[in-house]
Structures are given as structure tokens and as C-alpha cells.
């Protein structure tokens, strides 16, 4: 049965540095959360005192309500796979699995049943007599991921165990650790930079940055509704274009940022005054849409994507946007017209503190 994971106001210190800033984040039974930001903002100093690598300077870790601070990564019952892999060189593929439950001094029967059974899960029976050195970076992965599940964990806590397979791989297998971790209805804590991961494999995603945590919700929640500029600078690719603008409300509401005009809907609560401007790259097209307001532009740069294409739009006062074409574009370099915002899907940030507003 899969169980729940609390870290309630952890904070971690070094000396004079505060790593860790009061954060309190709850996992329920499970689920698949993903902690995600840039290096060096306290996402895998989280995930180390959740594995009992080391201790937090206050608060609690909570499994199932219990207390656990204090405890050994195997007083918890925690697995954990690592961006190294951790594998031992000199066992097989097949002794490499078996390790953690010889340790447990688990019957010989009953580990040969569990080794072919996480290898069947897996897809990695034909590998058990090879040893590491003879297997491809992703079947290592699968290897190290095998043995954290080949026995019963409470938690399970995955250290970008990705970062280390090409690109194409890495689309692969982490579209196979999401069906698996989903079959299996483990409570798992996943550390990754890449966003991507964050957006396309979690329940819910936790932002970090500074040691604080930004905002924490499903993967579409964080997108479409950021809590601050840094979350929707930092979740979506390409990122979301941000200006300075100015709301003026006389007959109609309108927000000017450089020699871009945009009327806004008169349901609009937003005074007048300078804002931060807010527009996801897939809202600038130039194509018509029903939503859009026209706006003349001309286009320095087309990044062809294969099914999409990322335009580099620049308007009349210099301003430069990026926009998302989804469809074969047959505009070029050069090109120039009207380009189309919708003004639906906007989003607008305080310029002092870069919340939401």
C-alpha cells in the first residue's frame, strides 16, 4: 500500500547560508511529484533529507504520519535511484537486483522470483548475466531502477535518474517510467532541472527557487495559471514572453507595452498603472484568430521544429516577441504583416514583488 510524505517546514543551513527556507510540502499516497527549478535552488538538498543523506537543521519528514527525522534511509523504507546509476561493476545484471534483498537476508527462492519478476517489469531479462560496463546508459538505467523497486519501499526518490541518456532516449524512458510508476501506485519524489520532465511526468509539480517554494499544482495548473513571473518564465518552452506595460482605463481598457496596443475585455479589475505583461509564445500567431487583436510585425528568425516553428517577431518601437506556429508556416525571414495576440490569455505581474495579479 502506498504511502503518504510530509516535509513540514524544513530548513537547512550551512554555516550562515540558508539552503532550505521554511518549506512544507505534502506528497499524498501514490502520487508522483516532481521537484523542478535551476541549479542550486535546494531541490536536491530537499530530496537528500527525504533519503536521510542528511538532516535538516529544523522541522519534520513525515511517512504515513509518522516522525522519521531521526531515522536511517532503511528505517524508512525508502528506495532511491540516482542520475550515477550506483550500480557494483563487478556483479551481474542479476546480482546487481538481488543485493538489496540478500542484505534483508531474504529465502533464495523467493529472490529469484523477485529478480525475474522486476526484470519482466523492466524489459531487462535478457540482460541478467551481462554486467554493467556491458550495457547502453539506458539499460543501466533500467537496471538501477529495477533493483529500487524490487522490493517493497514506502517511498521511492528519483535523482534525475534521466540527465545521463541522449535526447531521444530520454523521451523514451521517461514516458516508460511514467506507466510504470503509475502500475505500480508508488509514492515517488522526482528531482529534475528540465521542466519538460516536470511537466510531462507528474501528478503535481513543486517549483523551487532560493531554497523557497514558488507554487505547487498539477503540471497544467503551474502553466496556464503561474503564481509569479519566475514560475512563468521558467515552466514552458519556449518561455513566455514578458514586457513592461502600462493599463490606461479611460473609455475603453487598454495595456501599452512599447508601440503594442492591446484592448482588454471590460470585465477587466485591473487599475491603471505600470504591470508586467505576460504572453505564452502559442498566443502570437499570424494566423487570424477570433480572440486576436493585429498588431504589425516583422519576422527576424524562424526556427523550424519539424510539426511546429518558434517565429522571432520584432515590432515597430524594436520590441521582440517570440511566437509558436503549430502548423507548417509558410512565412519566412522577412516577412511582414500583421501579427495576431490574444488578448484572452494574458497575464499580468506585479512589478515590485513579480506576483501575480
Sequence with gaps: MASSLRLENITKTFGSVTVIDDVTIDIE??????????????????????????RPTDGRILIDGRDVTMMTARQRGIAMVFQSYALYPHLTVRQNLAFPLRVQKVAKPEITKKVLQAADLMEIGHLLDRKPRELSGGQRQRVA?????????????????LSNLDAALRVRV???????????????????????????MSDSIVVLKDGKVQQQGTPLEVYRNPANEFVATFIGSPQMNVLDARIERTDEVVVHA????????????????????????????????????????????VEHMGNSAIVHY????????????????????????????????????????????
Design 145 to 161: 531502477i529495477s533493483r529500487a523497486i524490487i522490493r517493497p519501499a514506502t517511498v521511492c526518490l528519483l535523482d534525475e535518474p
Design 174 to 200: 521517461r514516458g516508460e517510467l511514467k506507466l510504470l510508476f503509475s502500475r505500480m501506485e508508488t509514492t515517488t519524489m522526482f528531482v529534475t532541472h528540465d521542466q519538460s520532465e516536470a511537466m510531462t
Design 258 to 301: 512599447g508601440s503594442i496596443r492591446l484592448p482588454l475585455p471590460e470585465s477587466t479589475l485591473l487599475p491603471s498603472g505600470r504591470v508586467r505583461l505576460g504572453i505564452r509564445p502559442e498566443f502570437i500567431t499570424a494566423a487570424p484568430v477570433s480572440d486576436g487583436t493585429p498588431v504589425t510585425a516583422k519576422i527576424e528568425l
Design 29 to 54: 499516497p501514490g502520487r508522483f511529484v516532481t521537484l523542478v527549478g535551476p541549479s542550486g535552488c535546494g531541490k536536491s538538498t530537499l530530496l537528500n533529507m527525504t533519503a536521510s543523506l542528511e
Design 314 to 357: 520584432r515590432f515597430a518601437d524594436g520590441t521582440s516577441l517570440i511566437g509558436l506556429e503549430m502548423i507548417d508556416t509558410q512565412i519566412g525571414v522577412g516577412w511582414e504583416g500583421a501579427v495576431y495576440i490574444d488578448t484572452q490569455r494574458l497575464k499580468f505581474f506585479d512589478t515590485a514583488t513579480g506576483q501575480a495579479i
